[in-house]
């Protein structure tokens, strides 16, 4: 049982409280982002650089994972690509992605490309606030708890 961590894009906060989950428990927690670190990781926390280019660390993560794992992503194409693989998707937010929710989440963000693609200027997501850390963090604990 592993957690991925798309960290790129993953905020502070969200890494924060995934540091201090895994080093609670003991999950192995490997980022992968295609920059270093800014800070060395703790002990219970393996980084992992990949080469700079698009989706390399994305491919980098769906290569690796395996069925039960939990990535963390905002990425929706990359939580699509784990779940068929039999492993959950989180997002910073709180929202888990599912077998069972993933293909809305798909034509959703179709849907925002191509109006963007159009010309029609779009708001990005809110800043994370913290109901989406408590969410997010309640969601983590859930999966850990149910893997005990």
Request: glycine residues 4%; hydrophobic residues 40%; proline residues 9%.
């Amino acid at each position: 049982m592993n957690i991925w961590v798309d960290a790129d894009a993953c905020p502070k906060a969200i890494r924060d409280s995934l540091s201090r989950a895994a080093e609670r428990t003991g999950v192995p927690l490997p980022p992968h982002a295609n920059h270093p670190p800014r800070t060395p990781p703790p002990p219970h926390i393996r980084s992992l650089q990949v080469a700079a280019g698009f989706d390399v660390a994305d491919n980098e993560i769906v290569r690796r994972v395996t069925e039960g794992d939990l990535v963390i992503t905002a990425d929706i194409p990359l939580a699509a690509e784990v779940i068929e693989k039999g492993a959950l998707a989180l997002n910073p937010r709180g929202e888990l992605y599912t077998a069972q929710n993933i293909r809305a989440r798909l034509n959703m963000r179709d849907f925002m490309e191509t109006m963007r693609s159009s010309g029609v200027v779009t708001d990005g997501p809110p800043a994370l606030n913290q109901t989406d850390r408590k969410a997010f963090a309640d969601q983590l604990d859930r999966w850990l708890a149910q893997r005990s």
